[in-house]
């Protein structure tokens, strides 16, 4: 039965109408209410366990694929609907939808359980007549009132609180909240740390924002006094064949997947590189020693003929420089004074990224040229 359900499913074809697609959505939400339904049942009885899995969470993010967020979010609401009948069998018949049981358990804390298990009879009908919207507006309100028969423990908010993870696109998401203090010196330290755009580029305040943090941040790898130990890491591992080191492509960085070619063609400029010699895809034959691509003597050489960032208009002070190969290293170029000039982060990523070319001058002229064929040319202070 079930087969032929879901063979149905799959080769139904939903007409462009209004009605189809309203009736094709009631459905869904009745099958994720009935889905709730019996995953509430399996982990009341940890059936979970027989698969070795920790959680309900955890079975679901093994066993139906589901990301950490939406399986922690499913296990959340079916334990919560096992304590609330009335609107378990409303989601499923139909009555409420999943946006108003959202809405509903949104406002319902553990404390306020067993209360709301004694109006959901009374509360639902009302409810049913609603929309999301009006729903959450009537349950803020009743939990408003709950909260002054039972107002439980004071609620605690962490004075500040930052979270930093990778989405599935790959990309990075970053949330965060602070108490005045701190986030008055997170503020000066991003308007500090903000840098003007240089001529042919515009960027938006929140781009501006994000380039600061990432000043800031390398800025403090570049600088920080941890004592070094074996287990050391650099700032971060790369791992790119020796084939694709001029292109860059099918370059990863170790547990954070798969960057663009500016982005590694930036790192190799100036960094510690290790040699691995593989046999196949497993074995490891030799693990040389790490080789910096720009000695330190090299470094300082280029610190007073530069001075800082050599982008025009930028003012970065060498502190928030790399140093840039003009013809790169992956591809032969000489690591000498002749071939390197200083580049701030974000003007060095700038610069790796097609339509953008540069050269530097016997005479220390550095000449940018932007996509739109625009050149812009900077003297080495140091050389003034």
Known sequence: MFDALAEAVRTTRIPLDRAAIVTWLSLIDGMKARVSEVIGEFDAAELWELDAATSMSGWLQEEARMTVRAATDLARTAATLRDLPVTATAWRAGVLSEGQVQAILANVPARHRPLYAEHETELVPLLAKLGVTETAAVMRDWKARADALDPGPEPHDPERSLHHSQTLGGRFETKGSFDPGTGSVVATALRLATTGDADGESRTPAERRADALAEICEH????????????????????????????????????????????????????????????????????????????????????????????????????????????????????????????????????????????????????????????????????L
């Not at 650099?234 to 370059?251: C, K, M, T, Y």
């Not at 663009?260 to 100036?270: G, Q």
């Not at 060498?318 to 580049?343: D, R, Y």
Request: charged share 20%; glycine share 10%; hydrophobic share 35%.
């Open 220 to 383: 403090y790898l570049a600088h920080h006094n941890v004592p070094t130990t074996r287990r050391n890491r650099p700032h971060l591992n790369v791992v790119i064949n020796i084939e694709d080191l001029d292109s860059g492509a099918r370059a990863s960085l170790v547990d954070y997947g798969r960057v663009d070619a500016a982005f590694i063609k930036t790192l190799l400029c100036d960094c510690g590189v290790h040699r691995v010699v593989m046999a196949g895809r497993s074995a490891v034959l030799d693990f040389g020693r790490t080789t910096r691509t720009v000695p330190d003597h090299l470094w300082k050489l280029l610190v007073v003929r530069d001075g800082g960032c050599r982008q025009g208009g930028c003012h970065r002070g060498p502190q928030f420089c790399h140093a840039h190969h003009m013809i790169p290293w992956e591809s032969g170029g000489e690591t000498v004074l002749s071939n390197l000039v200083l580049k701030c982060s974000r003007h060095h990523h700038m610069g790796h990224k097609p339509g953008w070319s540069d050269k530097l001058l016997p005479d220390g002229t550095y000449e940018v040229t932007d996509p739109r064929g625009r050149v812009y040319a900077t003297r080495p202070p140091g050389l």
